[in-house]
């Protein structure tokens, strides 16, 4: 069992950052590969990026290539989403989650463990 606590949300204009972070809970962290997934008003959540477990591979949605970028500290337990140059369409609750086969997957339902989730806005 994992708990997965987001933070890091908040309210920023159109072209600003913001840095989510996900602190994991337990000792095997370093096992599980990560995920970021955002889901925005009547829309299905939708995958924003993954991490395997070494933090060697990476893997992104269309939408957040080059402007986000995931990664981990697995002495913190801690795995981030640096987010560059948003938009307005990114405003979304971003919820992180814990795979424990390491499949680096763009699909939910390989992700047995979820966040409570943190709310980004983009004004325009």
């Known amino acids: 069992q994992v708990q997965l606590v987001e933070s890091g949300g908040g309210l920023v204009q159109a072209g600003g950052s913001l840095r989510l972070s996900c602190a994991a809970s337990g000792r095997t962290f370093s096992s599980y590969a990560m995920g970021w997934f955002r889901q925005a008003p009547g829309k299905e959540r939708e995958f924003v990026a993954a991490?395997?477990?070494?933090?060697?591979?990476?893997y992104y949605a269309d939408s957040a290539k080059g402007r986000f970028t995931i990664s981990r500290d697995n002495a913190k337990n801690t795995v981030y989403l640096q987010m560059n140059s948003l938009k307005p369409e990114d405003t979304a609750v971003y919820y992180c989650?814990?795979?424990?086969?390491?499949?680096?997957?763009?699909?939910?339902?390989?992700?047995?463990?979820w966040g409570q989730g943190t709310q980004v806005t983009v004004s325009s």
């Open positions: 991490i395997s477990r070494s933090g060697g591979s990476t």
């Open positions: 989650a814990a795979d424990p086969a390491n499949r680096g997957s763009r699909k939910k339902v390989v992700y047995d463990y």
